[in-house]
């Protein structure tokens, strides 16, 4: 599988959180609005229980790329 067609969903039961690899621009913008939750050196990188839903979605909002979403 190639790594730009990777997709991942991340979800708390409220909220889910999906990353595209392919579009991600590694912008930094959520390690800086939301560390508790977006830290990049770890697996899953992406610890969803870490925070509110609310501050998980003003965090994905300010994403330049579109890479993170939510539903």
Known sequence: M????IT????N???????QAGKCIHSGNCVR?????FQ???????KIDASSSEKIRET???CPSGALTYF
């Open 33 to 37: 609005n939301n560390p508790d939750v």
């Open 60 to 62: 994905v909002d300010k």
């Open 2 to 5: 190639d790594s730009m067609d």
């Open 8 to 11: 991942k969903e991340y979800t």
């Open 13 to 19: 039961g409220e909220l889910t959180v999906v990353w």
């Open 40 to 46: 990049p050196k770890e697996k899953p990188w992406i």
